[in-house]
C-alpha cells in the first residue's frame, strides 16, 4: 500500500509545481513507483513541467466521469518507466469532481503506487479540498515572504483541521546572499514562526528556469537545486539526510550537519 | 543605548518576523478587526463605571506570550494597557 501526499501553499506562484514534478522524478530515480497527479483543474501545468504536454489523450475528469478507465489516462514518463502522469482537464473547472470522488481515484492509485504526489491548486477553496480529501501526508511549499508565510500558515490550520496531521515544509527560492545581510528570512525564521518540522530548503537557481523551459526537472543532477531536490524526496522515504549549505559555491559541495 | 546602536538599523528579515508574528496571532485566532473594536469598546465601557480613563493612552492588542510550562512554545494573550486618570469611589 502506497502514500498519498499533497503538494499545497496557499499562495501561487510558490513551486508548488515545480517541487511536485521534482518530487516525483527524484522518488523515481529511487526506483519507486509513482504517479504524479495534477489537481488544477482548468490550469493545468504539470503537464509541461514534466514536458508530457504532447501526450495527454484522457484527464482526470474523464476517469472520474468513467470515459476511460484510469490506466488508459496513465501517461508514461520519457526517462522514468516508473514514473506516471495523471494530467488535469483544460477545459472544466474545480467543480467537475468531488472530494469524494477524489478520494476514491487516490485510493485505487495507493493500492498500485508506492507514491501518489498531488499537485495542489493555489487557494483554499474547491481544488484544495479535492486535493487533501485522499492524502495521508502533505508537504507545504513556500518562499520565505510574509505572503507566502502568511498563506502557509492558514494551510496548515487547514490541513490540520481535516485530520493532516503534522505536514512538513519546503522553504523555496531562498537566496543566501539576502539572508546574510539581513534581508530575507531564512528557513530556520520560517520554521520558528509556523512551528512546523522542515523537510526541505530549496535556494533560488536559475537552473530551475531552464530545467522548466527544457521540460525535465533537474532533480538529482549538479546544481544546488538539484541537489536540494534529491535530499528531500530522500527524506521523503524516511532517510534522515542533512541540510545543503546553500552558500556553498556551484560545483563545490559542502555538507554540514543541523544542530 | 550604545554609540554602535544609531548605525545599526533593525534589518528587513527581523522587520518581517516581527510583523508576520503579529499578523498570524490575530489570523490564528480569527479575530477581524471588528471584532477587535468590539472587544475594544466593551472593555473600557466596563472599566469606566468604576474610573476615569485616558481614552488616548489605551492599548489593546493580541500578542503572544510563552507557555507557562517553559516548553519555548507561545499562546496569543490579550495585552491591554489602559491608563486610568482617577478611580471613581462612588461606584455601589
Avoid at chain 1, 34 to 59: A, F, K, S
Avoid at chain 1, 81 to 101: G, H, I, M, W
Amino acid at each position: 500500500m502506497g502514500e498519498v501526499i499533497v503538494i499545497t501553499s496557499g499562495k501561487g506562484g510558490v513551486g508548488k509545481t515545480t517541487t511536485t514534478a521534482n518530487l516525483g522524478t527524484g522518488l523515481a530515480k529511487l526506483n519507486k513507483k509513482v504517479v504524479l497527479v495534477d489537481t488544477d483543474i482548468g490550469l493545468r501545468n504539470l503537464d509541461v513541467v514534466m514536458g508530457l504536454e504532447n501526450r495527454i489523450v484522457y484527464t482526470l475528469v474523464d476517469v472520474v466521469e468513467e470515459n476511460c478507465k484510469l490506466k488508459q489516462a496513465l501517461i508514461r514518463d520519457k526517462k522514468y518507466e516508473n514514473l506516471f502522469l495523471l494530467p488535469a482537464a483544460q477545459t472544466r473547472d474545480k467543480t467537475s469532481v468531488t472530494p469524494e470522488q477524489m478520494k476514491k481515484l487516490t485510493d485505487e492509485l495507493k493500492a498500485e503506487f508506492d507514491y501518489v504526489i498531488l499537485d495542489c491548486p493555489a487557494g483554499i477553496e474547491q481544488g484544495f479540498k479535492n486535493a487533501i480529501a485522499g492524502a495521508d501526508r502533505a508537504l507545504v511549499v513556500t518562499t520565505p515572504e510574509v505572503s507566502a508565510v502568511r498563506d502557509a500558515d492558514r494551510i496548515i490550520g487547514l490541513l490540520e483541521a481535516n485530520e493532516i496531521k503534522n505536514p512538513q515544509l519546503v522553504v523555496n527560492r531562498l537566496r543566501p546572499d539576502m539572508i546574510k545581510r539581513g534581508d530575507m528570512m531564512s528557513a530556520d525564521d520560517v520554521v520558528d514562526i509556523l512551528a512546523v518540522e522542515l523537510i526541505g530548503q530549496v535556494p533560488d537557481d536559475e537552473n530551475i528556469v531552464v530545467a522548466t523551459n527544457n521540460g525535465e526537472p533537474l532533480v538529482g543532477d549538479n546544481s544546488l537545486a538539484g541537489q536540494a531536490y534529491m535530499n528531500i524526496c530522500r527524506r521523503v522515504t524516511g532517510e534522515a539526510v542533512p541540510f545543503l549549505d546553500l552558500e556553498a559555491r556551484k560545483g563545490l559541495f559542502s555538507w554540514f550537519k543541523k544542530k | 543605548m550604545k554609540i554602535t546602536d544609531i548605525f545599526k538599523k533593525k534589518s528587513s528579515s527581523d522587520v518581517a518576523k516581527d510583523r508576520l508574528k503579529l499578523v498570524l496571532v490575530s489570523d490564528r485566532a480569527s479575530c477581524s478587526p471588528e471584532i477587535m473594536q468590539k472587544i475594544r469598546s466593551d472593555i473600557i465601557e466596563v472599566l469606566s463605571k468604576y474610573a476615569e480613563i485616558d481614552m488616548d493612552g489605551i492599548d489593546i492588542n493580541f500578542t503572544q506570550m510563552d507557555t507557562e510550562d517553559n516548553s519555548g512554545k507561545t499562546v496569543p494573550a490579550l495585552y491591554a494597557n489602559i491608563p486610568i486618570k482617577n478611580i471613581n469611589h462612588s461606584v455601589k
